[in-house]
């Protein structure tokens, strides 16, 4: 069936509140305390100390199901390119790892047995394993005694815990010396973002709400410029599917202007005329796209693509946190993907389609 979207929702605070009974807009304004209380966690198990012992052979990093997914990608993404060590990311921990690397996980699923195999035998050869994953089940005790295990402190839902596994993955890296993220900062600038986004704002002065009306009744395609961008991207279409049951396209940009047919459609629909078309003649709800195009990192290369981007497709949005926030690349991803995340929530509640109850995402 189509989506149905009740807009007014949306700017009447005690109806969404209503809306929202399983409290996912609370869990989702949890980021910023997800990060702090994993930066606690790892000053408590000295994390530092425990990973000084010089510069790895490689830094491996687990892609699990959920949205250490998403965490993963955008920690690859950020360090990758400037990392005097190979960053390999891999399901499981390849047979290869041994002593001289570093492994680190993020899984919400505490009997994941085929992460835990893995993480048993990577612990067996010697390599050094953090883990941001519940404290009890297989895959903790994979690594007890023999790595770090961060186990959550703040309880959310598993499809919330993204700003957790992010904040695991940079203090891993910073404590290898492979890239220096201000977590603290990261922290502070959630915490500013969910103020923004809080559900008694109104849609006009809500950046999260305002991102969730425009993308209703299309189909998002998030389009991003950069590495960083386009990991930000999948886990914005991870959020649109897991709260309002929204299918999106993820594509860097190049890759996007490779497919004619889906980009002769975004070309169509962001067209400066776009704004006259008459709504009774759009077609099926949900059929027509949404191009956005995502940007994260800044500079004279960043600067010149958008710039084309903004001829080739005439009133298309580009998404740039660096426009409204002085800060790093890891918070700049970390706040996009909060606001994201925010809208697809939203988006979930206004039109009816979110979960409104949470399961194992690897059940």
């Excluded at 999106?248 to 070309?267: I, N, S, W």
């Excluded at 903004?310 to 970390?334: H, K, M, N, Q, Y």
Aim: proline fraction near 7%.
């Amino acid at each position: 069936m189509p989506m149905v979207l009740d807009d007014s929702l949306l700017d009447d605070p005690a109806r969404l509140a209503e809306a929202d009974s399983a409290g996912l807009l609370r869990h989702a304004a949890m980021a910023g305390a997800q990060v702090r209380s994993t930066a606690e966690s790892a000053a408590e198990l000295e994390l530092s100390d425990r990973l000084d012992v010089g510069r790895p052979r490689a830094f491996v990093l687990l892609s699990r199901p959920g949205a250490g997914k998403g965490a993963v990608r955008v920690l690859h993404a950020l360090i990758a390119a400037q990392c005097p060590v190979p960053v390999v990311i891999s399901d499981v921990v390849p047979n290869w790892v041994g002593a001289l690397d570093v492994v680190f996980g993020h899984t919400d699923d505490p009997g994941d047995r085929e992460l835990a195999a893995s993480l048993e035998r990577a612990s067996r050869y010697g390599a050094r394993v953090v883990l941001s994953a519940p404290g009890d089940g297989p895959v903790a005790a994979s690594v007890a005694g023999k790595g770090v295990v961060l186990t959550p402190r703040v309880p959310v839902p598993p499809e919330f815990a993204f700003p957790r596994a992010l904040a695991a993955g940079l203090l891993t890296a910073n404590a290898l010396g492979v890239h220096v993220a201000d977590v603290e900062s990261l922290a502070d600038q959630l915490d500013d973002e969910a103020e923004k986004d809080h559900l008694g704002r109104d849609s006009f002065a809500n950046p999260a709400k305002a991102l969730a009306l425009r993308v209703a009744e299309r189909t998002p395609l998030l389009w991003g410029f950069d590495p960083v961008a386009v990991a930000v991207a999948e886990h914005a279409a991870f959020a649109f599917a897991a709260h309002a049951a929204t299918v999106c396209d993820v594509a860097g940009y190049q890759q996007a202007l490779a497919r004619p047919a889906l980009h002769h459609a975004a070309l169509a629909t962001t067209s400066a005329q776009d704004i006259f078309a008459d709504p009774d003649d759009e077609g099926a709800a949900g059929a027509r796209p949404r191009a956005m195009l995502l940007s994260v990192r800044t500079g004279p290369a960043a600067d010149a693509a958008r710039f084309e981007a903004g001829d080739r497709f005439p009133g298309i949005e580009i998404v740039s946190p660096a426009e409204e926030l002085d800060a790093e690349e890891p918070v700049r991803a970390g706040v996009l993907a909060l606001r994201f995340e925010l809208a697809a929530v939203y988006l979930g509640l206004a039109a009816g389609t979110g979960a409104g109850h949470f399961t194992s995402v690897t059940a």
